[in-house]
């Protein structure tokens, strides 16, 4: 099972930037399509953003289209979570994770379609 370390998280004023990454361990990260979720305080998890093995297909909740933007690079292992504009609202701490199949993708991910969690980074978005 890929071992997944996600960094970045940080305390950022609101309308700031911040970068997340989440490094795998094997290089059997290509296969999997990935997936940012967030969790905040007393809230369920939920998926952020998703990308296809292949990196040509992403999807965002409703919530972040426009200000955020996954992306990867498989020659380091890596996946990445661009956030800009953020709100108060994006507080949580953030995982990636991989999902269980490998080249496959889907529009609408659920939770368990996902293994492979990382230990997750807190974002904290406040002035």
């Known amino acids: 099972q890929v071992q997944l370390a996600e960094s970045g998280g940080g305390l950022v004023q609101p309308g700031g930037a911040l970068r997340l990454s989440c490094q795998a361990s094997?290089?059997?990260?290509?296969?999997?399509?990935m997936g940012w979720f967030r969790q905040a305080p007393g809230k369920e998890r939920e998926l952020v953003a998703a990308i296809s093995w292949n990196g040509r297909y992403t999807g965002y909740t409703d919530a972040v289209k426009g200000r955020f933007t996954i992306s990867r690079d498989n020659a380091e292992n890596t996946v990445y979570l661009q956030m800009n504009s953020l709100k108060p609202e994006d507080t949580a701490v953030y995982y990636c994770?991989?999902?269980?199949?490998?080249?496959?993708?889907?529009?609408?991910?659920?939770?368990?379609?996902?293994?492979?969690w990382g230990q997750g980074t807190q974002v904290t978005v406040s002035s």
């Open positions: 094997e290089r059997t990260f290509g296969s999997n399509s």
């Open positions: 994770a991989a999902d269980r199949r490998v080249r496959h993708y889907s529009g609408s991910y659920q939770t368990a379609d996902f293994g492979s």
